[in-house]
């Protein structure tokens, strides 16, 4: 197996995303392409994540891999690597060796373990109340609303989309017109989420210049992030209003 | 290869093997807390290791369409940890809404202590306050809980199973593999399972392997019950990643540092397949017995802790990998050697004090040099019974240098000595 990529950043991006999730993460190399899917242990949170080896400057796999991997280390070696990577298997050593050439040359094996089997199912759910917009706006707003609260109330009323949190006597709302989103499917939807998720969620808006945001009434939200070939999805469970 | 515990993990409640009341409890008390009748927000199902706790709470969750968030021993579990996992859960609704709801489960709560899980109960207390969902904890011992955290649960005991039911689901499970099993062999399984069924079934599994299990197989097994704790610690320091609950491991154990030792060193290799990480392992258990010979032979016992760091989290670092699968832990390879060859260990020393005294050397010097010598002397009968009598050896002491020709031997010896005696003083000329 060899990958080589020119956009480490990306790669490095989508796994601080999802850092603070989970603690291991398995690589599902195939030929067409490397895939991710995770939940966090309290279930609450789902990264389904899929890079087509077109994103790839050189993609070598002859068989499909699973390779798991300790999270917090993978993100510490991309922080210290050049853009251009390249990514293989030390043969026999059952490591993953990155080697990053730039004037210094660098290598990192980083250790393999033992994937604990799970085969997790994409929730399956009918939405229908979705807003596409620049997901610029979306790390905005998931930004202003932090200042404040540890929850945010996601809306769809009438021809906006609003983001509004409450704390004590501070109070945020961020709207978000019919107009400025690039599509909007609209039936009134009203969801609270963790902030703390979303946060780390909104980091991908760095890298994938849309989002689709999927609503419903105390349903679990669903981000779908997606460029050319890389396609990145989170599902996130609704905090239940405890009267 | 899959576990047959899991394999065969009830699907449904009336699967589970005994403790009937219980389990009737646990689901009238779920369907309690959802229309929010509950007296108690947690339930502490308490009871020996394979008595059927967590099978029931997985079973029950299977019929309830619920799903199961846990926490495991294996996981440090300090307050931040139990807050991300088991808070979250309780706050939040589900990912998938097709599930109707769920139970959040948390494993050996009794366990939950020291300073690697600094603050877990008191997040465990508050979660249970405020919870929306229902928790379950497990204990094997829940007087080992403080009485402030029990008062916050409802407890259900599970008692240990029945010998004679824990054989019903052994029979049950050869069958359905395909195993001829022994009818007896089983029955020993039962029995030295002492209640528990996961051992049983993992017992029955390691001997299965070849397709048949006979009396002479299930021998093998000794009491489990008596090595129970020394299992547990096993486990706990190979299969961690963290160095204190390796450390901690040992704490409770009432064995010498030495034992320890050789029983890690007997099943390191069965648990570390990766060689690098043998040898790693290895390495710290040699530097481990390097410390205990000097306790051993100077008395510095403030190097214990050296060893003891060395042997647990020593081992337990030295994997790069995690081994999740069942290790069937074994006796080790030598107390048994020393208990077959105590006999032959007292004859020597007893050869080397009577050597030791004779010749003006310590016992060891007897034992290592002069042992072989005489060896090498008695190789001349004659020289053999002057020397037997001098040294005064006895019959059997003679067979360790000459087993063959032993008794004629002791009885020259016999007549050396009496006419020594009777010459009075006059010294037979050794060689």
């Not at chain 2, 054989?167 to 069958?175: C, D, G, H, P, T």
């Not at chain 2, 010598?373 to 003679?398: C, K, T």
Request: proline share 3%.
């Amino acid at each position: 197996m060899k990958l080589k990529t020119s956009q480490t950043d990306k790669l490095r991006k989508i796994f601080e995303a999802i850092v603070n999730l989970v603690d291991e993460v398995t690589l599902k190399v195939a030929p067409e392409g490397i895939t991710i899917r995770a939940m966090d242990p309290a279930h609450v949170a789902l990264i389904d994540f899929e890079m087509k080896k077109e994103a790839f400057d050189e993609y070598k796999v002859e068989e499909p891999l699973e390779l798991t991997v300790d999270l917090k280390t993978v993100v510490n070696v991309l922080k210290r690597v050049e853009q251009d990577l390249v990514i293989k298997i030390k043969e026999g050593a059952n490591a993953l060796t990155l080697l990053s050439e730039g004037t210094m040359k660098k290598r990192f094996n980083i250790p393999l373990i033992e994937a604990s089997e799970e085969n997790l199912k994409v929730p399956s759910i009918t939405f229908e109340t979705e807003a596409e917009l620049d997901s610029a706006l979306f790390k905005n707003a998931i930004a202003d609303t932090s200042i404040i609260g540890e929850y945010v109330t996601l809306k769809v009323e009438g021809d906006a989309l609003y983001f509004t949190t409450k704390a004590e006597e501070n109070e945020v709302e961020i709207r978000v017109d019919k107009d400025s989103c690039i599509s909007f499917k609209k039936k009134d939807a009203k969801s609270h989420f963790s902030l703390e998720y979303l946060q780390d969620m909104a980091k991908i808006a760095d890298i994938i210049n849309k989002v689709k945001i999927s609503l419903g009434n105390d349903l679990p939200l669903k981000l779908d992030f997606a460029d050319d070939y890389t396609k990145i999805v989170f599902f996130l469970a609704p905090r239940v209003e405890t009267e | 290869m899959r576990l047959w515990v899991e394999k065969y993990r009830p699907q449904r409640l009336d699967q589970i093997a005994g403790n009937a009341t219980s389990v009737k409890r646990l689901q009238a008390w779920v369907e309690e807390f959802r229309r929010g009748e509950a007296e108690k927000k947690a339930l502490l199902l308490h009871g020996p290791p394979g008595s059927g706790k967590t099978s029931a709470a997985y079973a029950l969750a299977r019929e309830l369409g619920y799903d199961i968030v846990e926490t495991n021993a294996s996981d440090i579990r300090t307050k931040t940890n139990i807050e991300r996992v088991v808070g979250t859960a309780s706050k939040m609704g589900g990912l998938d809404p097709g599930q109707k709801g769920r139970i959040l489960l948390v494993d050996e709560v009794d366990g939950i202590h020291g300073r690697s899980d600094f603050g877990g109960l008191a997040a465990i207390k508050n979660i249970i306050r405020k919870t929306r969902e229902p928790i379950v904890l497990l204990a094997n011992d829940p007087w080992a809980l403080p009485a402030d955290f029990r008062g916050l649960c409802e407890a259900l005991q599970f008692k240990r199973l029945d010998r004679r039911l824990v054989l019903r689901v052994l029979k049950e499970i050869s069958a359905k593999e395909g195993i001829a099993a022994d009818e007896k062999a089983l029955a020993t399984i039962a029995t030295n399972a002492n209640g528990d069924l996961r051992a049983a079934i993992n017992d029955l599994q390691s001997l299965g392997q070849g397709g048949r299990i006979g009396v002479e197989d299930s021998a093998s097994l000794f009491m489990r019950d008596s090595e129970e704790g020394i299992f547990k610690v096993l486990s706990r320091i190979f299969k961690t990643e963290s160095c204190a609950r390796a450390r901690e491991a040992v704490y409770d154990l009432d064995e010498d540092p030495e034992t320890i030792l050789h029983w890690l060193a007997e099943n390191l290799p069965r648990e570390y397949e990766d060689p690098s990480d043998l040898a790693r392992g290895f390495d710290s258990l040699s530097r481990a017995d390097l410390f205990l010979g000097r306790i051993k032979k100077r008395q510095s016992w403030r190097l214990l802790g050296y060893a003891s760091d060395l042997m647990t989290c020593g081992v337990s670092l030295s994997k790069r990998r995690r081994y999740h699968r069942f290790t069937r832990y074994q006796y080790p390879a030598f107390f048994a050697m020393l208990a077959r060859t105590r006999a032959k260990r007292d004859l020597t020393a007893a050869v080397s004090a009577k050597i030791s005294r004779r010749c003006h050397v310590s016992t060891k010097v007897a034992a290592q040099e002069f042992i072989p010598l005489v060896r090498a002397l008695f190789r001349d009968p004659v020289r053999a019974a002057r020397l037997s009598s001098y040294f005064g050896f006895e019959q059997r002491e003679i067979e360790l240098f000459d087993p063959d020709r032993a008794k004629e031997i002791y009885g020259e010896a016999q007549k050396i000595t009496a006419e020594r005696i009777t010459t009075r003083g006059v010294q037979t000329a050794l060689f």
